[in-house]
């Protein structure tokens, strides 16, 4: 058992020793064989000495616990590295952003404290998961939905500090926005609600966010500024139905009025539930009864052609297949009655572009009997799954992947300068390019183009790999756009190009961890940022 950087092996069995106390001698774990669960199981640094390990793991079961290792790592300076279920796969999963550090694994604070069906929340600790809420929520009968990412088994307080998304309506799949209210553990072990949680006796700390003062929950995401031992999270009241529709367009251009005409659809809450974009030809997008096939070899060839295929080849072919060349479905949630007028509005709308066609897609009254649930798309009816292992599994069909996922402007214009550019580097790199995959649409106002890099266990790979992730970073910021989230080994990285007025904001967060982490116990590197004591090296 090595001990964690810059603490010597007396102070660091001492830190057991205390953690033991605090815990429970069951609950901290130094075996090899148990700090091995804590590795990043899609590590593009697998096998290699710069990847990450954790030299140890404690689990408290109460915020009291909490508390008590924190103060025990401050006095000895033992780093801690804070993870709710550490689930969150190609994204780092459960190992710390320094290596040595000791994993604060949160995954037995697994209660439920409140569902409320009347005010639509629920307060819960770091451990629950999307399974153990719907749960809960299905259990009791209750008519509330919550959003799911798209794996369910992991935690909705860490998927929403990591700022993840889900698919149902703009008010609730921006996790992080859909929170309200929470508590944390600071670096001394003092504790903190925010929002009207600090109000002694509050009873709307899960129904107004910002409370009295600075609201200061953003500085709690994507940070390592505090531990968060419980969260609040607004609910989606169940709908009456829900209905879906597709529309086609068939030239290349057409992508520029379909993205301009959804988007302003959704930021009117007209089209209420997240649009998605994408090519018929290639990737579906049709209705259940016209479920697409695999491409033909005829598509894969064209996409083949060096350099990639023309413009008019593709509205040529998507001629020829009697489908569009891009497509967008649209999901209504709400009364019938509103949800099926919504939807002719918005064909109404969509019928400015020339040629469109719109197919019918599927219409349900909740709530959906066992054998709808079975048809559908889960998530997007607030029923978790592990579906999106069927993609990205640790098998030789279906490889672990790590994202790249930066922000860009929900524009076509946008779309069509992102694959020119993130395409170039990845023929540059050997890497699959294809010109019909379209960003998602998570956010609102703006889309993440999701680029995903296989991960082996070959060396070679995984470093050539590296290397063309860090180019499309360099190359994303020059075109002015940045990620939002990103594994733990390129969070420097990230954070480097985030350099407006000489790194500003890497200072003022700097300046934040040295007031409220002195002893830089907290995380270490999370996210950029690092205490005092490391920076230069």
């Known amino acids: 058992m090595k001990p964690p950087p810059g603490v010597n092996s007396t102070d660091f069995s001492a830190a057991l020793r205390e953690f033991e106390a605090a815990v429970g001698k069951d609950w901290v774990f130094t075996s090899d064989e148990d700090v091995e669960l804590y590795r990043d199981a899609y590590s593009q640094m697998w096998g290699e000495p710069e990847d990450r390990y954790a030299s140890a793991a404690v689990a408290p079961s109460t915020v009291e616990q909490v508390q008590a290792v924190v103060r025990v790592a401050n006095r000895y300076r033992v780093p801690l590295y804070a993870i709710s279920t550490g689930r969150n796969l190609g994204y780092g999963g459960a190992a710390p952003a320094m290596s040595g550090s000791v994993v604060l694994d949160l995954k037995r604070m697994n209660r439920i404290l409140e569902v409320s069906e009347r005010h639509a929340y629920a307060l819960v600790e770091p451990g629950v998961s999307y399974f153990d809420l719907y749960q809960y929520i299905s259990e009791r009968g209750l008519k509330v939905w919550m959003d799911c990412p798209d794996p369910g088994w992991g935690s909705l307080v860490g998927n929403s500090l990591d700022r993840g998304g889900g698919v149902t309506t703009a008010a609730y799949r921006n996790h992080f926005e859909a929170h309200c209210g929470m508590e944390v553990v600071l670096a001394n072990g003092d504790l903190l609600r925010t929002g009207m949680g600090a109000l002694p006796g509050a009873r709307t700390w899960q129904q107004f966010k910002t409370g009295f003062g600075p609201w200061v929950d953003g500085i709690f995401s994507q940070s390592n ?116 007028a919504q939807w002719e509005y918005s064909k109404e709308r969509l019928a400015a572009i020339a040629g469109a066609r719109f197919i019918e897609g599927e219409y349900y009254r909740m709530p959906l009997t066992p054998a709808q649930l079975e048809k559908v798309s889960r998530n997007a ?28 402007p929900r524009t076509g214009e946008a779309i069509f300068e992102a694959q020119k550019v993130f395409g170039e580097v990845a023929r540059d790199y050997g890497l699959p390019v294809n010109p019909l995959v379209v960003p998602f649409t998570y956010w609102q106002r703006s889309l993440v183009y999701l680029f995903l890099f296989p991960v082996t266990h070959d060396i070679e790979s995984n470093r050539r790999n590296r290397e063309a992730f860090r180019k499309l970073i360099k190359v994303s910021a020059e075109h002015g756009w940045g990620e939002y989230r990103t594994p733990v080994i390129y969070q420097d990285d990230v954070m480097d190009v985030y350099s407006f007025n000489n790194h500003a904001l890497r200072r003022f967060h700097e300046t934040l961890k040295d007031a409220v982490d002195p002893n830089g116990i907290l995380s270490p590197g999370r996210y950029g940022i690092w205490p005092k004591h490391l920076r230069k090296s």
């Open 381 to 408: 009816f607030g029923v978790p799954s592990l579906t999106i292992f069927s993609l990205i599994a640790r098998s030789a069909t279906n490889p672990p992947i790590n994202g790249f996922s930066p922000i860009i």
């Open 225 to 340: 500024f505090g531990v968060v031992t419980k969260m609040g999270f607004w609910l989606m009241p169940e709908p009456e139905a829900y209905l879906n529709g597709f529309v086609h367009v068939y030239r290349y251009e057409d992508l520029i009025p379909l993205v301009d005409i959804v988007t302003h659809l959704e930021n009117c809450q007209i089209a209420t539930g997240m649009p998605y974009f994408g090519s018929p030809i290639y990737s579906g997008l049709r209705a259940p009864d016209q479920v697409a096939a695999r491409p033909s070899q005829e598509l894969l060839e064209l996409l083949a052609t060096p350099g990639g295929p023309s413009r008019q080849a593709l509205e040529a072919y998507a001629q020829k297949a009697g489908q569009g060349l891009w497509g967008a479905m649209l999901q209504f949630y709400g009364p019938t009655k509103v949800i099926q």
